[in-house]
């Protein structure tokens, strides 16, 4: 049983910048890859960022792309979300998710993770 907490978010103006970090409260990352998805109100889960356990491979959403840097330290057992040249846009609460590498699936889908933080709320103001 991995328990995961995010935290990092906060209310930043359109340009800003946020860490957002995810650790394990109970249990391990160890063997996961962890993604962050964001769901704003109203609309569905969307896929932002994975890395996978060995660090190795990082696969980044489209709104993402170019602007925000995931990375993990396995030894702290915590995963960084860096949110760079943030928009309005990106207003929404962010989860962090954990899949065991062992199990397969499709990263950039919700069904695939079994253990999910509580979110942390991003909101970026015009």
């Known amino acids: 049983q991995v328990q995961l907490v995010e935290s990092g978010g906060g209310l930043v103006q359109a340009g800003g910048s946020l860490s957002l970090s995810c650790a394990a409260s109970?249990?391990?990352?160890?063997?996961?890859?962890i993604s962050w998805f964001r769901q704003a109100p109203g609309k569905e889960h969307e896929f932002v960022a994975t890395?996978?356990?060995?660090?190795?491979?990082?696969y980044y959403g489209a709104s993402a792309k170019g602007r925000f840097t995931i990375s993990r330290d396995n030894n702290k057992n915590t995963v960084q979300l860096q949110m760079n040249r943030l928009k309005p846009e990106d207003t929404a609460v962010y989860y962090c998710a954990a899949k065991n590498e062992a199990r397969g699936g499709s990263y950039f889908s919700t069904y695939t993770y079994t253990y999910w933080g509580q979110g942390t709320q991003v909101t970026v103001s015009s």
């Open positions: 890395i996978t356990w060995s660090g190795g491979d990082t």
């Open positions: 109970r249990g391990t990352l160890s063997s996961n890859a």
